[in-house]
């Protein structure tokens, strides 16, 4: 299975700053997948970005608020914008190599608000 | 539209003991797929089993199993002989084949007692 670098593993911002995630995969995808997980809840699927098109984002998230960037078929970014608390969550992303093998996540970004 | 039902919140266990958990599935779609993880205190994602709706035999992968009941629209994850390293969160996921995305139940933290 596909083996993905997501940085930064944490990070502590302060409200109405902007954090960008970055996620590496070792090999190239076609789709990959933004997930936010807060705290004591599920995975809750942001977006799906695809090389070459804009991001489709699922209802409740908006591009402004989580801009992403799909420069090509190995990396793309996250941006959370204009963080506030409620921001505070773990950030994955994640790729699909085939269904039997499962989707492969990216360790996470714990990130906290203050 | 899709949705995902994880009914037990919380589970404890017996080390060595088999152990259910539950997981029931909508959609009106014939082709899809049912995914377990595994999420640890540390918070990484793991890959547990697959099952596509076409599949005739039950998944297995070593000590997990899923109980795949079609008409019933239920995927229940079995481990069998539980270990304490197996205490952990454990989501249901579905993906539809037309689509790329999955998403998740709420999950099942599984405690398992020495």
């Known amino acids: 299975s596909a083996v993905i670098s997501q940085k930064p593993s944490r990070d502590i911002c302060q409200r109405g700053t902007s954090l960008t995630i970055q996620c590496q995969v070792d090999s190239q995808v076609t789709m990959m997948f933004w997930y936010r997980q807060q705290p004591g809840q599920s995975l809750t699927l942001i977006a799906t970005?695809?090389?070459?098109?804009?991001?489709?984002?699922e209802s409740g998230f908006v591009i402004d608020k989580f801009p992403i960037s799909r420069p090509n078929l190995t990396f793309s970014t996250l941006t959370v914008s204009n963080m506030s608390p409620e921001d505070s969550s773990i950030y994955l992303c994640s790729v699909d190599r085939a269904s039997y093998y499962g989707y492969t996540f990216g360790s996470g970004t714990r990130l906290t608000v203050v | 539209a899709q949705k995902i039902t994880q009914t037990q919140p919380g589970m404890f266990v017996q080390e060595k003991e088999a152990v259910t958990l539950d997981c029931t599935y909508d959609?009106?779609?014939?082709?899809?797929?049912l995914f377990w993880y595994k999420q640890p205190s540390s918070g990484e994602m793991i890959f547990l089993i697959y099952?596509?709706?076409?599949?005739?035999q039950n998944a297995t992968e070593g000590r997990y199993s899923l109980n795949f009941q079609k008409a019933r629209k239920s995927a229940n994850l079995v481990i069998s002989a539980s270990q304490l390293g197996d205490s952990a969160m454990y989501f249901c996921?579905?993906?539809?084949?037309?689509?790329?995305?999955?998403?998740f139940g709420k999950g099942t933290r599984l405690h398992i007692l020495p």
């Open positions: 970005a695809n090389q070459g098109s804009e991001a489709t984002y």
């Open positions: 099952q596509g709706s076409y599949d005739e």
């Open positions: 959609t009106s779609d014939q082709s899809y797929g």
């Open positions: 996921a579905m993906g539809l084949n037309r689509d790329d995305k999955i998403i």
